[in-house]
């Protein structure tokens, strides 16, 4: 049965960072394409892909509002993937939820979502 379960989500103000983890069983990690989505107040109901990677090469994509500064990692042997997030602003502020996805393209984005944990809610505030 695969689960994800994310965590490290927090009050954060503007400029400031957090690392947020996704762990993953049931599946195994280096075999899967993971992506971390959110759903912001701006995205209604909607889940926005933001970044994914790919365990067997390491590419990685991100959505251009995020790129330069959330930095997506993986460690196979702990079977969990992370989402360093620096300068953040309040627009980042939302749930934060991490999938496998069919696929991880660097310049072409990440496939359909699969599974999902609870999310983990981050919050941009001064």
């Known amino acids: 049965q695969v689960q994800l379960v994310e965590s490290g989500g927090g009050l954060v103000q503007p400029g400031g960072s957090l690392t947020l983890s996704c762990a993953t069983s049931?599946?195994?990690?280096?075999?899967?394409?993971v992506g971390w989505f959110r759903q912001t107040p701006g995205s209604g109901s909607a889940r926005e892909g933001i970044?994914?990677?790919?365990?067997?090469?390491?590419?990685?994509y991100y959505l251009t509002a995020v790129k330069g500064r959330f930095a997506i990692s993986i460690n196979n042997a702990k079977n969990t993937v992370y989402l360093q997030m620096n300068n953040l602003k309040p627009e980042d502020a939302g749930v934060y939820y991490c999938?496998?996805?069919?696929?991880?393209?660097?310049?072409?984005?990440?496939?359909?979502?699969?599974?999902w944990g609870q999310g983990t809610r981050v919050t941009v505030s001064s």
């Open positions: 999938s496998e996805v069919s696929y991880c393209n660097v310049n072409g984005g990440l496939g359909r979502p699969g599974s």
């Open positions: 049931g599946f195994t990690l280096y075999d899967q394409r």
């Open positions: 970044s994914c990677i790919r365990p067997t090469d390491g590419g990685a």
